[in-house]
């Protein structure tokens, strides 16, 4: 059976746009990827001392459940040299999952919804961009929905470039 996961792909260090494709490749042996959202620049928020990052979101359909894909999505940040030295620091490659399908997911290693998706413009612009109608299903309310009730603030950039793994 084929579970729709909704992930953040985010970079700030080193050549960012070559992470973020080399990531999404890597999610091609997940499943499927069905999607991905135009790359955002966006500020960073909570620890603001570190570079700007480029973000999108991906839709990957996969046969995996939420939390074997969290374990293989930690998997690939690892394998791109990720390294947690500092909580919200600068990282090569970070990937969330967002949505997974219409599941809640509550455990002390993974909590799905994001528990923080719906307070950060540069998770709900990529995402809203790709799945503007998909339903949070703690919230009950449209990513779409979601964005629009975000207070200003939070500098979001939207670059028209989108990704695949096949560019040059």
Aim: with cysteine; hydrophobic share 40%.
């Amino acid at each position: 059976m084929a579970n729709l996961a909704y992930l953040s792909l985010g970079s700030n260090l080193g050549d960012r746009q070559s992470h973020l494709r080399e990531a999404i490749r890597r999610l091609q042996t997940l499943g499927s990827v069905k999607a991905v959202s135009s790359l955002y620049e966006t500020q960073p928020v909570e620890f603001t001392d570190q570079p700007w990052f480029l973000n999108c979101a991906v839709s990957l359909e996969t046969s995996s459940t939420a939390i074997p894909l969290m374990q293989q999505l930690l998997e690939i940040e690892r394998a791109m040299g990720r390294q947690r030295v500092q909580k919200k620091g600068p990282r090569i490659i970070d990937i969330d999952i967002l949505l997974f399908g219409d599941e809640v997911v509550n455990t002390p290693d993974v909590t799905i919804p994001h528990p923080a998706m719906q307070y950060r413009r540069f998770v709900l612009e990529p995402l809203a961009e790709i799945a503007s109608e998909v339903r949070h299903p703690r919230l009950q309310k449209t990513v779409r929905d979601l964005l629009q009730e975000l207070p200003p603030g939070q500098s979001v950039l939207h670059t028209p470039r989108r990704l695949t793994t096949n560019d040059e």
